[in-house]
């Protein structure tokens, strides 16, 4: 009787747990959808929930959060994107409207995610339904014809008939100590065991698919529970974690700024260390640190370091620092000397060599508001044309200029405004520009006269070795799942590796007694590629064929 590659192919017509060992197999042939929208629904949702469509969403899936690495996002870099929507402003509005600020809770972002996690949920729970059956079925009956397999040889043992259940057994105790699930299969003519083994890649495949799916699970659902805050600390100054003293905040979906950790972080001395001139990158910030002083619950001060790359861990708070720069003590005084504003002014750095933008807003006290846009040079140089700059990142030479703006501010109608930005439409220039006196200009410890006699500004010094306070751009983030993120990633990694390692493969073996002997033949089939099948066969047959030979010497005798 002859039987087909396919009937031979792991006994399909006999075990009907196993015509194949994916449940989408049926996909390579696929058939057309039934008539009506019934017929139409159930095609549909077979190709979504198939392990191919599964795949072709997490590539997706990468590439649409490629833009989130491209263009700031509003939930980490706020001011990232005001800068990009200064420096692009005719582009502006339609880069936004495609939500590429917003990537990953963008509409688009989310229909992939979604339908990505139902096509591993669809796909994963009746493949590993199925699994299950096939682990606990018995291997597959021995084909009838060996010869037909990709990997068969055979040999002939002249050797007494008698001897054939032994060497089965031997067969069978022999594959079981390599990893192999046995079955005997005997008849009239021959007898024979059936081996397999490889379940660990199919295992391995469905726990990386789980894995997954916990991935997607941690970060849709415990994106809820993370927030994002950012905060500029001058030196001597302190941060306190509450909604009220961050610069800005980014909550998830179920943060609402109470029950934030309760902590307070003084930035008591920021260093930084730069590369003298001369030197092979001159100029350049070789290790810069923050000196903290936290306290918590206990209320005891600890003193604690943050660094670029080494962040302060807070309970489940993780404080990175992002940036630095200068924030030198400025000091106005009225017509009659009185104090109306003083306040270490953070300084945005606008270059390698720390030439630094300034905004000081004095609302009060004065005949009108007053704003001033100040540069600050920490070691200042002449360019050519006979503007300042600064040729060296430290204090070397620092220099303070000033334009003085005169009018309203804008900011008694409620109308939030950035401290670090001053709108001068509608405002009156006094100093600089096109306005006939030159710009105020501060050394520190200096004191200029103010227009119209209406006061002073002096630079107050904060220390003789550092007369300039330095402030610490600093990023609050909390995020609860990235345990629950890694877990699954380690698991996920170890699925793809069991997957990758362990070949899916079944031996049979199969005796055949006569009366000139026994003729043994070794026949493997492999799922998938397996460049070692054919050794693994050939190792088998010659360790049977050894450990054989004595045993059915010993019977013929």
Same mark, same amino acid.
């Given at each position: !009787?002859?039987?087909?590659?396919?009937?031979?192919?792991?006994?399909?017509?006999?075990?009907?747990?196993?015509?194949?060992?994916?449940?989408?197999?049926?996909?390579?042939?696929?058939?057309?959808?039934?008539?009506?929208?019934?017929?139409?629904?159930?095609?549909?949702?077979?190709?979504?929930?198939?392990?191919?469509?599964?795949?072709?969403?997490?590539?997706?899936?990468?590439?649409?959060?490629?833009?989130?690495?491209?263009?700031?996002?509003?939930?980490?870099?706020?001011?990232?994107?005001?800068?990009?929507?200064?420096?692009?402003?005719?582009?502006?509005?339609?880069?936004?409207?495609?939500?590429?600020?917003?990537?990953?809770?963008?509409?688009?972002?989310?229909?992939?995610?979604?339908?990505?996690?139902?096509?591993?949920?669809?796909?994963?729970?009746?493949?590993?339904?199925?699994?299950?059956?096939?682990?606990?079925?018995?291997?597959?009956?021995?084909?009838?014809?060996?010869?037909?397999?990709?990997?068969?040889?055979?040999? !002939?043992?002249?050797?007494?008939?008698?001897?054939?259940?032994?060497?089965?057994?031997?067969?069978?105790?022999?594959?079981?100590?390599?990893?192999?699930?046995?079955?005997?299969?005997?008849?009239?003519?021959?007898?024979?065991?059936?081996?397999?083994?490889?379940?660990?890649?199919?295992?391995?495949?469905?726990?990386?698919?789980?894995?997954?799916?916990?991935?997607?699970?941690?970060?849709?659902?415990?994106?809820?529970?993370?927030?994002?805050?950012?905060?500029?600390?001058?030196?001597?100054?302190?941060?306190?974690?509450?909604?009220?003293?961050?610069?800005?905040?980014?909550?998830?979906?179920? =943060?609402?700024?109470?029950?934030?950790?309760?902590?307070?972080?003084?930035?008591?001395?920021?260093?930084?260390?730069?590369?003298?001139?001369?030197?092979?990158?001159?100029?350049?910030?070789?290790?810069?640190?923050?000196?903290?002083?936290?306290?918590?619950?206990?209320?005891?001060?600890?003193?604690?370091?943050?660094?670029?790359?080494?962040?302060?861990?807070?309970?489940?708070?993780?404080?990175?620092?992002?940036?630095?720069?200068?924030?030198?003590?400025?000091?106005?005084?009225?017509?009659?000397?009185?104090?109306?504003?003083?306040?270490?002014?953070?300084?945005?750095?606008?270059?390698?060599? !720390?030439?630094?933008?300034?905004?000081?807003?004095?609302?009060?006290? !004065?005949?009108?508001?007053?704003?001033?846009?100040?540069?600050?040079?920490?070691?200042?140089?002449?360019?050519?044309?006979?503007?300042?700059?600064?040729?060296?990142?430290?204090?070397?030479?620092?220099?303070?200029?000033?334009?003085?703006?005169?009018?309203?501010?804008?900011?008694?109608?409620?109308?939030?405004?950035?401290?670090?930005?001053?709108?001068?439409?509608?405002?009156?220039?006094?100093?600089?520009?096109?306005?006939?006196?030159?710009?105020?200009?501060?050394?520190?410890?200096?004191?200029?006269?103010?227009?119209?006699?209406?006061?002073? =500004?002096?630079?107050?010094?904060?220390?003789?070795?550092?007369?300039?306070?330095?402030?610490?751009?600093?990023?609050?983030?909390?995020?609860?799942?990235?345990?629950?993120?890694?877990?699954?990633?380690?698991?996920?990694?170890?699925?793809?590796?069991?997957?990758?390692?362990?070949?899916?493969?079944?031996?049979?073996?199969?005796?055949?007694?006569?009366?000139?002997?026994?003729?043994?033949?070794?026949?493997?089939?492999?799922?998938?590629?397996?460049?070692?099948?054919?050794?693994?066969?050939?190792?088998?047959?010659?360790?049977?064929?050894?450990?054989?030979?004595?045993?059915?010497?010993?019977?013929?005798?």
């Amino acid at each position: !009787m002859s039987r087909s590659r396919s009937d031979l192919d792991a006994g399909a017509a006999v075990d009907p747990l196993r015509p194949a060992d994916h449940t989408e197999a049926a996909a390579d042939n696929p058939t057309p959808p039934a008539s009506g929208v019934v017929g139409w629904l159930r095609w549909g949702w077979r190709q979504l929930t198939s392990m191919r469509t599964a795949l072709v969403l997490l590539l997706l899936l990468a590439v649409a959060a490629v833009p989130g690495s491209v263009f700031p996002q509003r939930s980490a870099d706020p001011n990232g994107v005001t800068q990009w929507r200064r420096d692009n402003p005719g582009v502006f509005g339609f880069v936004d409207g495609l939500g590429l600020f917003d990537v990953y809770v963008s509409p688009w972002f989310s229909a992939i995610y979604l339908l990505l996690f139902t096509s591993l949920i669809g796909c994963v729970i009746p493949r590993a339904r199925h699994h299950y059956q096939a682990l606990r079925s018995r291997p597959p009956r021995t084909p009838a014809v060996l010869s037909r397999l990709p990997v068969h040889q055979e040999t !002939m043992l002249p050797v007494p008939r008698t001897a054939a259940p032994a060497m089965i057994e031997i067969t069978e105790e022999h594959l079981r100590r390599r990893g192999y699930r046995v079955q005997r299969y005997d008849t009239d003519r021959w007898m024979s065991v059936s081996a397999e083994r490889g379940y660990l890649r199919e295992t391995g495949n469905l726990l990386f698919h789980i894995a997954l799916v916990g991935v997607l699970i941690a970060v849709g659902v415990g994106g809820g529970f993370t927030y994002t805050g950012q905060r500029v600390v001058v030196e001597g100054t302190t941060f306190v974690n509450s909604l009220s003293d961050y610069s800005s905040f980014n909550p998830g979906r179920f =943060i609402d700024g109470t029950g934030l950790t309760p902590y307070s972080l003084t930035l008591d001395d920021f260093k930084v260390a730069y590369q003298l001139p001369g030197a092979p990158g001159a100029g350049q910030a070789g290790d810069f640190s923050a000196e903290v002083t936290v306290r918590g619950k206990e209320r005891t001060p600890q003193t604690r370091g943050v660094q670029v790359n080494k962040p302060l861990t807070i309970g489940e708070d993780r404080i990175y620092l992002l940036g630095n720069g200068y924030a030198p003590t400025i000091t106005v005084r009225d017509a009659q000397g009185e104090i109306v504003y003083r306040e270490s002014q953070p300084f945005l750095p606008q270059d390698s060599n !720390m030439t630094s933008l300034g905004v000081i807003k004095v609302t009060d006290g !004065m005949p009108t508001q007053l704003g001033l846009v100040g540069f600050l040079y920490p070691t200042q140089g002449v360019l050519p044309s006979g503007a300042f700059t600064s040729i060296y990142p430290d204090l070397i030479n620092p220099v303070l200029t000033l334009n003085v703006f005169s009018g309203d501010l804008g900011i008694d109608n409620g109308t939030p405004r950035s401290v670090y930005t001053l709108d001068v439409k509608g405002l009156t220039q006094q100093t600089g520009g096109k306005s006939g006196r030159e710009s105020l200009k501060l050394t520190p410890g200096g004191t200029a006269d103010l227009p119209n006699g209406w006061g002073t =500004i002096t630079w107050e010094t904060a220390s003789a070795q550092d007369p300039v306070k330095r402030f610490a751009s600093l990023q609050v983030q909390h995020d609860p799942n990235a345990m629950w993120v890694l877990v699954f990633a380690l698991i996920a990694t170890v699925g793809l590796m069991a997957g990758l390692l362990f070949p899916r493969r079944r031996i049979w073996v199969k005796a055949h007694p006569s009366a000139d002997g026994i003729r043994v033949e070794y026949a493997g089939l492999a799922r998938g590629d397996d460049p070692t099948l054919g050794r693994a066969v050939a190792d088998a047959a010659a360790q049977h064929t050894s450990e054989c030979t004595p045993h059915t010497d010993d019977g013929a005798a």
